[in-house]
């Protein structure tokens, strides 16, 4: 496949729309207040603070053109879910054989814990594929990356302007953490291997491992 050149400053250009991944990182901070008590870092609205402080500079950083710096940003906050949720699934699990949790508390916080873990890392796939959304922006079409999109391997004009959007890394998330596979998508990069290696860890720790006893105890 040839590579494709950023456009031209006088070729139109449409970005790729922002608000899924603020609303995914933004409902992970609202998970937060699902987890049960002993299990978060800190008080319930914490998070969703930290998160909400840091997304309005990234925006601003965004919209006025500032491309490292709104990257920069983009890691950090997602770097901060990303410990939050970790922090949760550690405590989980050592607190597992004192049998410290109720049943119900270990549904709800496995629970929590799987949906967290499909859109932390849907946004880790958005946020570091090709570039980052800054870069696959100017980018006429997209056929070049970390994972192999099926709209990538058609020859029609139509498909040809196609670029991934924030709903294609969800739905690969989401196969992920479901079939521990990346199901119709293949992945190329070695990077994206061992994060799609993490993601259907976790998530075989919660349901097969965590749910799972929850059931058995009930």
């Not at 899924?20 to 319930?44: K, S």
């Not at 906050?77 to 922090?87: D, E, F, N, P």
């Not at 199901?183 to 998530?203: C, E, F, G, H, N």
Request: proline share 7%; net charge positive.
């Amino acid at each position: 496949m040839s590579k494709a050149g950023p456009r031209s400053a006088a070729e139109p250009r449409t970005n790729e729309p922002r608000w899924p991944a603020i609303f995914a990182v933004l409902a992970n901070g609202g998970l937060h207040f699902v987890m049960p008590e002993q299990l978060r870092f800190g008080p319930g609205w914490l998070l969703i603070t930290v998160v909400v402080v840091l997304l309005v500079p990234t925006v601003v950083a965004h919209r006025t053109g500032r491309a490292l710096l709104n990257r920069a940003l983009g890691h950090t906050v997602l770097g901060i879910v990303t410990a939050s949720m970790a922090w949760s699934l550690g405590l989980l699990i050592l607190r597992l054989p004192r049998h410290a949790d109720t049943p119900q508390e270990l549904l709800r916080a496995a629970a929590t814990l799987w949906v967290a873990n499909v859109l932390v890392f849907a946004s880790w796939y958005w946020r570091l594929d090709a570039g980052g959304p800054h870069q696959r922006d100017l980018q006429e079409f997209h056929n070049e990356g970390a994972f192999l999109f099926p709209q990538m391997l058609l020859s029609d004009p139509q498909s040809r302007s196609w670029r991934p959007g924030f709903v294609d890394y969800l739905f690969l998330a989401f196969n992920t953490s479901t079939a521990f596979s990346p199901t119709d998508v293949p992945v190329l990069s070695r990077w994206a291997k061992i994060m799609m290696i993490v993601q259907a860890s976790i998530s075989l720790a919660t349901v097969a491992l965590i749910a799972a006893r929850a059931v058995n105890i009930l």
